[in-house]
Nanobody, 114 residues
């Protein structure tokens, strides 16, 4: 079972940037990797997806501001977040789907102050 560990969250002012990392304990080269987020009292929503063939997809709310990327050699997925808004405040979770597994990371808090 592949395990995922997120890092890079923190407190940032509106308009600022953060880069989240998700380190996997095994190979992700054939896996679909995604970032979700969950704000207090709300459901967990899909933010960005990285397919194994290189295609990426984004929620409308983050298009043009967030970029998902992966380094298969390092078994790591990234989420570059620019032009952050207070409404981006949430716990961000990494999700991986591969051969025989589907797993979540533990989450990392992102807080954007106005």
């Amino acid at each position: 079972q592949v395990q995922l560990v997120e890092s890079g969250g923190g407190l940032v002012q509106a308009g600022g940037s953060l880069r989240l990392s998700c380190a996997a304990s095994g190979s992700i080269s054939d896996s679909l990797m995604a970032w979700y987020r969950q704000a207090p009292g709300k459901q967990r929503d899909l933010v960005a997806t990285s397919f194994s063939g290189g295609i990426t997809d984004y929620a409308d709310s983050v298009k043009g501001r967030f970029t998902i990327s992966r380094d298969n050699a390092k078994n790591t997925v990234y989420l570059q977040m620019n032009s952050l808004k207070p409404e981006d405040t949430a716990v961000y979770y990494c999700r991986g789907y591969g051969s025989g597994y589907a797993t979540w990371g533990q989450g990392t808090q992102v807080t954007v102050s106005s």
